[in-house]
């Protein structure tokens, strides 16, 4: 897949992600702190990723940010993008199963190297769900969506 990374900050686990997801075959697009020369405000950085997403120049997104709250608030201001902020496996799992989350927020803070690979396989491992028991819950994302014009 085609990943649009964001981050304000030059954090090493922010490098480790890049890596990562090279490592793991996708290609990255890097913006903010991890391209030199790019804006660095964690808003902006992270909008222009969002919209790599919207427009469909990348499949999904990572937005970081310190807190990570930042990255993910600004991603999900883009109509189309579905970000979550992510601690842990588990609840990437569920965003990708019960949100269809197409942008993975994360906080630099709290995110060690070990973590992020788990959220990494939960992430990509997941899929929006097809259970009969999630619908109800596809059906909010799809409103959501479709409030917003996005669908
Ligand atoms: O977590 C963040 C936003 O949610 C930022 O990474 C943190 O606030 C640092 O930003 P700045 O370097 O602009 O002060």
Redesign the pocket.
Known sequence: MRIAVSS??DEPVARLLVEELRARGHEVVTHGALRPGAD???AVCSERAAREVAAGTADQAVV????????S?AANKVPGVRAALCADARTADGARRWNDANVLAL???LTSGPVLKEILDAWFAGEPSEDAEDRESMAHVDRLDADRGAR
């Open positions: 304000d900050l660095t405000s964690w970081c940010c310190w807190t990570g709250t930042g990255a608030i906080g630099l803070r």
